[in-house]
T-cell receptor, first 115, second 110 residues
Framework: NAGVTQTPKFRILKIGQSMTLQCTQDMNHNYMYWYRQDPGMGLKLIYYSVGAGITDKGEVPNGYNVSRSTTEDFPLRLELAAPSQTSVYFC??????????????FGEGSRLTVL | GQQLNQSPQSMFIQEGEDVSMNCTSSSIFNTWLWYKQDPGEGPVLLIALYKAGELTSNGRLTAQFGTTRKDSFLNISASIPSDVGIYFCSSGGWNNDMRFGAGTRLTVKP
């Protein structure tokens, strides 16, 4: 069972470079989320989506962009990487049935370092 | 915005002791969820609560949804070494933006 798959698992970027973190889920979930977790800290919501074609900002959206063209995929784009974006990024999904948000299923995380 | 205040930040306990942690917010929520994160992995759900006043157990874990709908607690009884990890509370508003507390880092000494 694949569940939520994130790529890459590790990446080092130079300041000002751009990249996309990929996230795909094979559970036909409507809701998808991107979080960042700084060392020793909790998870901060970057962006989320309640269905294809719909995205909304979370707590810390600045410096990021997302798109949701299909139910399965929810890529996170960093346009001009900055050292403050060094973090572990988690993608998650939820069935979103009946408008009730319950358990989030997480990917294994993508560790990004910006030098 | 919706902020979840989780405490304590960390706990160091002896194997066999009971543990209690809690989460509070100034906002009213319809769900409270508790997750555990092991090193290098994503969080995994422990207990989900969907009704004010609800008390739910999962083995040695017990969690309650506060009657004011603004708080929740998680208890772990008779801790064992594999309970080590970071515990997060989570909740969200009507627009399904699921937020997380800062986490409680648990260390269990054998």
């Amino acid at each position: 069972n694949a569940g939520v798959t994130q790529t890459p698992k590790f990446r080092i970027l130079k300041i000002g470079q751009s990249m996309t973190l990929q996230c795909t889920q094979d559970m036909n979930h409507n809701y998808m989320y991107w979080y960042r977790q700084d060392p020793g800290m909790g998870l901060k919501l970057i962006y989320y989506s309640v269905g294809a074609g719909i995205t909304d900002k979370g707590e810390v959206p600045n410096g990021y962009n997302v798109s949701r063209s299909t139910t399965e995929d929810f890529p996170l784009r960093l346009e001009l990487a900055a050292p403050s974006q060094t973090s572990v990024y988690f993608c998650a999904s939820n069935p979103g049935q009946g408008g009730i948000t319950g358990e989030l299923f997480f990917g294994e995380g993508s560790r990004l370092t910006v030098l | 915005g919706q902020q979840l205040n989780q405490s304590p930040q960390s706990m160091f306990i002896q194997e066999g002791e009971d543990v209690s942690m809690n989460c509070t917010s100034s906002s009213i929520f319809n769900t409270w969820l508790w997750y555990k994160q092991d090193p290098g992995e994503g969080p995994v759900l422990l207990i989900a609560l969907y009704k004010a006043g609800e008390l739910t157990s999962n083995g040695r874990l017990t969690a309650q949804f506060g009657t004011t709908r603004k708080d929740s607690f998680l208890n772990i009884s008779a801790s064992i070494p594999s309970d080590v990890g970071i515990y997060f509370c989570s909740s969200g508003g009507w627009n399904n933006d699921m937020r997380f507390g800062a986490g409680t880092r648990l260390t269990v000494k054998p």
